[in-house]
T-cell receptor, first 115, second 111 residues
Framework: DAGVIQSPRHEVTEMGQEVTLRCKPI?????LFWYRQTMMRGLELLIY????????DSGMPEDRFSAKMPNASFSTLKIQPSEPRDSAVYFC?????????????FGPGTRLTVL | KQEVTQIPAALSVPEGENLVLNCSFT??????LQWFRQDPGKGLTSLLL?????REQTSGRLNASLDKSSGRSTLYIAASQPGDSATYLC??????????FGTGTQLKVEL
């Protein structure tokens, strides 16, 4: 398997623009997670899905952030409008509920810079 | 709310030395604990996962232990190599598949 795939790997945008991050989980995995990593706050869980349904979005910072999972092989995280404080690395991860104690596998991340 | 702490924040050791990285957590009601490695500019690689009922897991030169009652886990690296240089993160799962991460220990193994 190719592992978790994220695109783009790098994104530079201007404040106020819409940003869409994409994730393809490992085939067959039924959980998908979105994390954000910053120097100040470390790694934080934003939202996670089970069988394409959002289960917990309590980590989403504000209404400017939204996430969707239209099918088992694709998810998006959208920021509209973007702000400089959204600059961070965004990771997607997936896991299998019946797998080895729900071990999570991470993608390479998207480095977002908002100017 | 679970809080995970890793000490030290940074560690520099000479090649060949055995070392221990520490992870502590405030809520002992965890489902499992994972140790990850993160190289600069890269994603996270899972190293070891310990279920709550287990005391330790081993993979090659790595050994992770778990003491739920004291809220501690350690990652032991034997015979360290320059290729082990990376940031090591521990993360606790409290059920529902949610991971709470520590702030990490940045390890540098020098020649």
């Amino acid at each position: 398997d190719a592992g978790v795939i994220q695109s783009p790997r790098h994104e530079v945008t201007e404040m106020g623009q819409e940003v869409t991050l994409r994730c393809k989980p490992i085939s067959g995995h039924d959980y998908l997670f979105w994390y954000r990593q910053t120097m100040m706050r470390g790694l934080e869980l934003l939202i996670y899905f089970n069988n394409n349904v959002p289960i917990d979005d309590s980590g989403m910072p504000e209404d400017r952030f939204s996430a969707k999972m239209p099918n088992a092989s694709f998810s998006t995280l959208k920021i509209q409008p973007s702000e400089p404080r959204d600059s961070a690395v965004y990771f997607c991860a997936s896991s299998l509920s019946s797998g080895f104690y729900n071990e999570q596998f991470f993608g390479p991340g998207t480095r977002l810079t908002v100017l | 709310k679970q809080e995970v702490t890793q000490i030290p924040a940074a560690l520099s050791v000479p090649e060949g030395e055995n070392l221990v990285l520490n992870c502590s957590f405030t809520d002992s009601a965890i489902y499992n604990l994972q140790w990850f490695r993160q190289d600069p500019g890269k994603g996270l690689t899972s190293l070891l996962l310990i279920q709550s009922s287990q005391r330790e897991q081993t993979s090659g030169r790595l050994n992770a232990s778990l003491d739920k009652s004291s809220g501690r886990s350690t990652l032991y690296i034997a015979a360290s190599q320059p290729g082990d240089s990376a940031t090591y993160l521990c993360a606790c799962s409290g059920g529902g598949n949610k991971l709470t991460f520590g702030t990490g220990t940045q390890l540098k193994v020098e020649l």
